[in-house]
């Protein structure tokens, strides 16, 4: 989902109607950031004994 | 968001710009997570709440601690270094009296038990005297209730799980088990747990069984800081 948005940013020859895609994408980004830690505080917190 | 406008063709040649944007986004994700665990609002296991209302209530415990004295004497000494401070005595606390545990007491050790079980049989003829329920005997029951064994110092999630698993539920009957026992179980479960040390354990259930928290926290205080780095 993000390639395919990725794609359709870079082959657009004018950014200023893009701005949708490049903050869904961010978003996506961010979540993503934050789930990756959240796992793995959670992993941690599990194995802690 | 600034729109970004590029003159020669497409934004290809800004990509790098997006992927770096990504990139930022992501670990911008991480820290907000990191910072909301730093709050303690996330990532966190819920603690159960504590099994006896008395935590809060702040109730006496139904025990005189006078009924065994000799049993706060031989722990809070079989756990502690002889260079250790004593902890400091609680104030209005119930009266404990801390003395040194008795000779026959040292025969525990592993290079004199040998010697002592010999004495032992000498003395009472090849009959060894059955101990009474230490449990009736101070007065915890082990009814089969569940206790949070998180409570106490050096004991995990996990490591309450595989203590569970072993039978011990509650406290009055993780007070009842020896250090080896322990060990043994905790040996048993693997390496991750082989690191642990379970000598203070009982002990600290014990006070937990007695409803005694303030000398528990006075305990795990010690455990925590009184001890030499």
Redesign the interface.
Known sequence: MINDL?QQ????????S??LE??I???V??????????VR??RD????? | MTPMSSIAGTFGSASLTIILLLLAAFLAGMLSCQLLKLLGICCRRPRRAATTESVYLNVEPEIEPEASPQMYTRSIYSETPASAPKPPPSPGGPRIELRKPAPLVEAESTAGRSSFESRVKEMTGGNTPVAPDFRTEIGMRDDGQEDDLTRLEGIGPNTEKLLNEAGIRNYARLATMSRDDLRRILEAAGSQFKMQDPKSWPYQAELAARNNWDRLREYQEFLLHGRTR
């Open positions: 990725y940013v870079i082959q657009r020859q004018d950014m200023s893009a701005g490049v903050i994408m961010l978003v980004a961010y979540v993503l950031g934050f789930l990756f830690c959240y505080a959670r917190e599990e194995n802690q004994p």
